[in-house]
């Protein structure tokens, strides 16, 4: 192995050693140790040229104690931290949230994954946790009763152990105030506790919820839950044997997606959902007959709850059967051709400006392509104004703020960002796990106390069609323009 000296600056190494059997790279390595100028800044002048890191060393003709010139930026030297390094299991629970990225799983205490899979589709709506928080823990309006504001307040709580922990919590607590509460969630079946259903639980504790935070002091009447989750319908009712006419108006909580041989997308579950035949007596015939009801939407919530008819009572069994027929939703739902005449006239402007905006983004993400591959300083200038432009769009859309949440307007458009799985052949049996979509955009599987990151692509995957996890109940978030 020949020995040469290498210049570098105002510094010379001597009896640096070459080894001819090793690619140039390696040589640059060991160089890179004495300089701290990286292989790839690296420049040294050999018979020909610069050295490459390929070039084969017998062609060089390199002689023992030759000087080799080399021209090169060192890297900076790194500073010691002032600090010593943390680990996570270190930090405050509240940290170690914020560095996960997500909140904690919860332990099924007997049969419970119905519950916990409920709470953590609930938990991720923070103007609920906004309204909980601010809740009274005691002077509860008169018109409440004790188990209710019990019930709120153990929500209240065991939303706040969520965000302050990334061990697993025991919702012990809340389990106990809502068995009391609702006695249907305690049956026993040989001394243990049964499975449940999901749609029932998640029902009974958004109906609780509306109950308790209401503000009758206010002469607006706030109802929170209504504000968040509340669709307002309007209905056709028609007799087509006596002529018959009527509108009817209400509020729910969640659509129904009727799944038939004929629904292959929940889009079209949506339309079967929203047409229903029912008997009643007809005054014009004195005697009972059938009513085709028709609805339509006529107000929309900031959160679309969907729930996928998915059981229904067999009598053979004596028990809620389930439809495994695979039924696809998608990511992002469009209702505007749900909704009635005057709601669609209202959503004119608004789903105007959101083409726009997403025009915009489209443009933009072109325009930085263009801009990566070229080397104008003023291109990647306008780009990087365009960036900001449409982040500050971007967070206004988004409803961040307190004056730009309350100007936003609805579009009828709605991003998935959480789903409810069942896995099992009955409602009172098999497995219920949460699929919920965090601040960071990130998708996390709550399977009881285990949380599991998942990817955005396989959460659409959950249609159904066979025994593994599918969809029963979908929960979207409405994309909203400021006006």
């Not at 989750?229 to 028609?238: A, C, K, P, Q, Y």
């Not at 449409?390 to 949440?405: F, I, P, V």
Request: aromatic share 8%.
């Amino acid at each position: 192995m020949p020995t040469v000296s290498v210049k570098w600056q105002k510094e010379l190494y001597p009896g640096v050693e070459i080894d001819t059997t090793q690619p140039p790279y390696v040589f640059k390595c060991q160089l890179y140790d004495l300089t701290g100028v990286p292989p790839e800044r690296q420049k040294i002048m050999v018979k020909g040229g610069i050295l490459k890191d390929d070039t084969d060393w017998s062609k060089l003709g390199i002689k023992e104690g030759q000087k080799l010139m080399m021209v090169g930026t060192a890297d900076e030297i790194v500073k010691a931290p002032e600090k010593g390094p943390v680990f996570m299991e270190d930090l405050p629970e509240e940290e170690q949230v914020v560095a996960v990225g997500h909140s904690a799983g919860l332990f099924n205490l007997g049969n419970t994954c119905y519950m916990n899979s409920t709470m953590q589709c609930l938990h991720s709506v923070p103007e609920l946790k906004s309204a909980l928080i601010e809740y009274p823990q005691s002077g509860r309006s008169n018109d409440l009763d004790q188990s209710s504001h019990l019930l709120t307040v153990a929500t209240r709580d065991l939303f706040s152990e969520l965000d302050k922990n990334v061990k697993p919590v025991a919702p012990m607590q809340f389990w106990m105030v809502l068995r009391k509460k609702y006695p249907q969630f305690g049956q026993l079946h040989n001394g243990s506790y049964m499975q449940q259903d999901a749609e029932e639980c998640w029902t009974q504790i958004l109906y609780t919820l509306s109950q308790a935070l209401r503000s009758p002091s206010t002469s607006s009447n706030v109802d929170t839950v209504k504000e968040l989750f509340g669709i307002d319908l309007v209905s056709r009712v028609h007799c087509a044997e006596s002529g018959e006419e009527s509108r009817e108006a209400e509020t729910i909580y969640a659509l129904k997606c009727h799944i038939s041989h004929e629904v292959n997308h929940l889009h079209e579950g949506l339309k079967h959902g929203l047409k229903s035949e029912l008997e009643k007596a007809s005054p014009s015939l004195g005697r009972s007959a059938v009513y085709l009801k028709d609805s339509r939407i006529n107000g929309l919530p900031k959160y679309l709850t969907i729930q996928f008819v998915r059981f229904f009572w067999k009598r053979e069994s004596n028990q809620k059967a389930k439809i495994l027929r695979k039924v696809d939703y998608p990511l992002e739902l469009d209702i505007f051709d749900l909704c009635s005449d005057d709601l669609c006239k209202k959503l004119e402007t608004p789903r105007q400006m959101l083409r726009e905006e997403d025009g915009r983004k489209a443009g933009l993400k072109l325009k930085q392509k263009g801009s990566a591959s070229g080397d104008s300083d003023v291109k990647m200038s306008e780009a990087e104004g365009l960036s900001n432009e449409s982040e500050e769009s971007s967070k206004a859309t988004l409803g961040e703020g307190a004056s730009s949440a309350k100007n936003a307007q609805l579009t009828g458009v709605y991003d998935l960002v959480a789903v409810l799985t069942h896995k099992g052949r009955s409602a009172d049996s098999g497995h219920y796990v949460a699929w919920v979509k965090q601040e960071n955009g990130k998708w996390v599987q709550f399977d009881d106390d285990n949380p599991i990151p998942q990817r955005e692509e396989d959460i659409t995957k959950l249609s159904g069609g066979g025994d593994w996890h599918m969809a029963y109940i979908c929960m979207y978030k409405a994309r909203t323009i400021p006006m």
